[in-house]
């Protein structure tokens, strides 16, 4: 153990040697710091594979997926329902539970978790097969902040 | 006898010197605090019952909100107790995987512990440090289960996955690291005679006071009271892990923030032997879920707790067979530090130790108000 009784005022000082290191932060947006490879960001879903069997939205612990008819999906193979998930984003926290029981594996989460947006209604969507919205995957772009 | 004119003053709930939403009004007389009363209550949000309505599988998404800095053991303590319930065994490799969270979460716990008691005696940089030692710890996290704060990883039946290829590596990496950066943080703060002269006898507490009041983790070991659930009820791989419980004897500011600088260094030796441990495993089987949409545990009731960074932190479950738990309560080491033993501590003390008394007894109020 290094630590002493009774102290010192001089070795505090020797911390001053840190101003000749390098910064923790990254200088963002001049620096991009990609997610990690199982990074919890936006859902995506395969509406062709999705069986609209709802385990996403009963499992879901905020209740953030609601099942919307899609008429189009409508399959004579038992246990296929016409319906597939919305989810909520004002209520989803990310914990991909509904990923882990999907039975069909349609459902993912990719690793795009910036969106920025006036409308709130935006940020109820449908996931299908395209990442989320336009901003590139892991950029903070910074016109984004300021979109009409 | 003349009376002194006293004064209230309001600590919180939007103050530096608080550890979150709460907040505490003390009576002044001069500078000496003759009279304390907590306010808890800001952050109240219903755990125990939204718990209720919900799946088995469901808890660890919310619980891990009981407590922001130090996540995992929430999780952990209810999966626990819902695994003793059910009776269920976690494969050793998910054991070890949870240690491995459990002791990085109480890294980066302690250093934001040791930054916000600097911080409230004045020497902000040791916070800087902190939060930014902190990052390099999260950033494994995320690497792990995916997310940094809330990893809603360990549920009931083991933890969600494996490690990634190569995860061991740069786990004892970060180890050295934070051993080197532990000799530069003795430099800045624990050697620093500022820091000493103000912590040194400010409100002490004694062994027989700490178990009056139901005082446990780090605060009651900084009397000399040597209870560590991690060797009392042992869960997850402590058991295997080779580790002796830690004590001071003062039971004062210093001693409390000196035993956590010790138990710091202990949790970075546990870290490496689990890693070693780790290595040598078949990797693979980690975690024992039923289909978590059927699933339903016998009824009866379970107890499980865990040595969290402030504390005993438990889970007491019962369920009548159903699909979630019947009644779900959890015990929380912030109570019994932030409320009853800080309004009797605090008194005699001096403004300027208000804080430093609450950052001391390492208060979490999002656990106090549930
Ligand atoms: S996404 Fe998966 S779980 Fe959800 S309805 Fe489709 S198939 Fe079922
Ligand atoms: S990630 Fe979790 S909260 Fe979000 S929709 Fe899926 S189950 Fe619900």
């Known amino acids: 153990m290094s630590v002493k009784k009774e102290g010192s005022y001089v070795s505090p000082f020797r911390a001053l040697k840190q101003l000749v290191k390098k910064p923790h932060t990254v200088q963002i947006p001049k620096v991009v710091k990609p997610p990690a490879e199982r990074y919890r960001g936006f859902h995506t879903n395969n509406l062709e594979v999705c069986i609209g069997c709802g385990n996403c939205s009963r499992v879901c612990p905020d209740n953030a997926i609601k099942m919307v008819p899609f008429p189009e999906y409508a399959r004579k193979e038992p246990g296929s329902m016409p319906l597939r998930p919305q989810v909520d984003y004002g209520r989803c926290c990310f914990c991909a539970l509904c990923v882990e029981v999907c039975p069909t594996g349609s459902l993912q989460m990719v690793r795009t978790f910036t969106h920025v947006d006036e409308k709130k209604d935006s940020f109820v969507f449908i996931p299908d097969s395209k990442v989320v919205h336009e901003t590139p995957d892991f950029v903070l772009d910074t016109k984004n ?3 009409k | 006898m003349s009376q002194t004119k006293t004064i209230d003053l309001f600590f919180g709930p939007q103050h530096p010197g608080i550890t979150g939403n709460f907040s505490v009004r003390v009576t002044v007389d001069g500078d000496t605090v003759v009279k304390a009363q907590v306010i808890p209550g800001f952050l109240h949000r219903g755990f125990e019952k939204l718990m209720e309505m919900r799946h088995w599988i469901q808890g660890p998404a919310l619980i891990c909100r009981i407590c922001v800095p130090d996540p995992d053991h929430s999780e952990t303590g209810y999966a626990t107790a819902v695994e003793r319930l059910a009776g269920i065994e976690v494969p050793e490799r998910g054991r070890y ?36 030692d902190r990052d390099y710890i999260l950033d ?41 950066r532990l000799k530069e943080f003795d430099k800045l703060y624990f050697n620093n005679r500022v820091f000493i002269k103000r912590a040194r006898g400010t409100a002490p507490m004694t062994k027989a006071y700490a178990q009056k009041m139901e005082v446990t983790g780090p605060n009651a070991r900084a009397t000399g009271w040597a209870i560590d659930v991690r060797k009392d009820d042992p869960y997850a791989a402590y058991p295997d892990l080779d580790f002796d419980i830690i004590t001071q004897k003062e039971g004062d500011n210093y001693a409390r923030v000196i035993q956590r600088r010790m138990e ?4 970075i030796d546990l870290i490496r032997q689990i890693t070693r441990k780790l ?86 109020p999002p656990d106090i108000d549930r």
């Open chain 1, 145 to 147: 902040l300021r979109r």
């Open chain 2, 97 to 132: 995987i949870r240690s491995l969270m459990l002791e990085m979460s109480r890294l980066s716990a302690y250093l934001f512990y040791f930054g916000g008691y600097a911080g409230s005696i004045g020497l902000y940089t040791v916070g800087q440090w902190g939060v930014g």
């Open chain 2, 140 to 180: 494994l996290f995320e690497e792990l289960t995916g997310a940094r704060v809330y990893h809603i990883f360990n549920f009931p039946g083991g933890p969600r996955w494996d490690t990634p290829p190569g995860f061991e590596d740069k786990v004892d990496k970060l180890m050295d690291f934070l051993e080197k």
């Open chain 2, 264 to 267: 710091f260094e202990q949790s």
């Open chain 2, 279 to 364: 290595r040598k495993m078949p990797r693979g089987n980690v975690r024992v879920t039923p289909n978590p949409l059927h699933w339903k545990i016998p009824p009866g009731e379970a107890y499980g707790a865990v040595e969290s960074s402030k504390g005993e932190l438990g889970y007491y479950v019962v369920s009548d067979g159903g699909i979630g738990p019947y009644r779900m309560q959890a015990r929380g080491p912030s109570i019994s530090h932030g409320v009853q033993v800080y309004e009797e501590m605090v008194v005699g003390q001096r403004v300027a130790d208000v804080a430093a008394l609450m950052f001391s007894l390492d208060v979490c």
